[in-house]
């Protein structure tokens, strides 16, 4: 096993997770600065409010595109399984 190849699954392996967090993390920092807006607007500054929407907004993203991140993961997984019998030992 090489040394390049080691850092190039694990480069591929962090920008799987970055892309794979991104649409539940865009989604409930948006719904986020929503309720924040709103509750500054109003005056209502009760903690626990901004917590549902934060968690109904990530289970719809995850719903959303919950096949989408499951193939991704799919792949990634078929590809290091894949290239085991590649790999020599030293």
């Known amino acids: 096993m090489d040394e390049s190849y080691v850092l190039s699954v ?3 392996c962090l920008y799987l997770i970055l ?18 807006i709103l509750q500054a607007t109003t005056q209502v500054q009760e903690q626990t409010l901004s917590f549902v929407p934060k968690i109904v907004a990530a289970f719809v993203s995850i719903a959303v595109c919950g096949t989408w991140m499951a193939s991704m993961i799919a792949n990634y997984a078929i590809s290091i399984i894949t290239n085991i019998p590649n790999l020599s030992p030293r």
């Not at 539940?24 to 924040?36: H, M, P």
Request: proline letters at 5%; hydrophobic letters at 50%; aromatic letters at 0%.
């Open 10 to 12: 694990t480069s591929q």
């Open 19 to 36: 892309t794979l967090a991104a649409p539940i993390l865009i989604s409930v920092l948006t719904v986020g600065l929503c309720v924040s």
